[in-house]
């Protein structure tokens, strides 16, 4: 199982980027796909993850209104459009899947980090003037 991350670079405050996920080498239907990010000298935050199947969404306060999360199944690829991007966006973004994913537990659980078992290479994302 591979998971590939990209779209990150360097955007102004209030800019937008949209980051994309494309999973390959699994072969389940259920499965969630999370955004995490870690800045330098903080700890890992879930940021967004969406479950395959259901659809559910679950996004981080912090994020809530600004940052979009979506799917699209055929392509096996989620993607995370984050606008009005503020400096403390700032941060190493990373995609992974929960292939043991329950439809519907996401509404419960919510995105823990720990339940995600496959990771993919992070990408960069700068907010800076």
């Known amino acids: 199982v591979q998971l590939q991350a990209s779209g990150g670079g360097l955007v102004q405050p209030g800019g937008s980027l949209r980051l994309s996920c494309a999973a390959s080498g699994f072969t389940t239907d259920d499965y969630a796909i999370g955004w995490f990010r870690q800045a330098p000298g903080k700890e890992r935050e879930g940021v967004s993850c969406i479950g395959s199947s259901d659809g559910t969404t679950y996004y981080a306060d912090s994020v809530k209104g600004r940052f979009t999360i979506s799917s699209d199944n055929a392509k096996n690829t989620v993607y995370l459009q984050m606008n009005s991007l503020k400096p403390e966006d700032t941060a190493v973004y990373y995609c992974?899947?929960?292939?043991?994913?329950?439809?519907?537990?996401?509404?419960?659980?919510?995105?823990?980090?720990?339940?995600?078992?496959?990771w993919g290479q992070g990408t960069q994302v700068t907010v800076s003037s």
């Open positions: 992974a899947a929960d292939f043991d994913y329950q439809p519907g537990s996401m509404v419960v659980t919510g995105c823990p980090a720990i339940f995600y078992n496959t």
